[in-house]
């Protein structure tokens, strides 16, 4: 039950509007990247805003396949013991996990930097 992603500007290649009568929108088809796990750049940081004061750790900069990111973010999940989401590129712990989620992207081949205070 994948709701349909929500078009934005950015998905027009910046066309807002024309006044050619002719013209017609052509879609891009949507290529999946499938980079390696030493290809990924991923930053690890702590995030507080609107979570009413509580820690998550946030992984951002994932691309990839949804199925790959969901199975990262159970992978991580599990092995912090916590709860979390994964979605639209983010993966997110609760709680404050960046050095231990930090050594876990490392040894699953990784490139991962600590990013924020």
Known sequence: MNKPKKKVLN????I??????????????II???LTNAQQDLRVLLDRKNRAGKAVTLI??????ETRLSDLGKMLKSKCGVGGSSKDGEIMI???FRDKVILLLQKEGFKVKKSGG
Do not use: A, K, V, W
């Open 16 to 29: 807002m509007y024309s006044t050619d009568p002719s013209f017609s929108y052509e879609e891009l088809p």
């Open 32 to 34: 999946e990247e499938n």
């Open 60 to 65: 951002t900069g994932f691309r990839g396949s």
């Open 94 to 96: 609760q709680g404050d």
């Open 11 to 14: 998905d027009f290649g910046g």
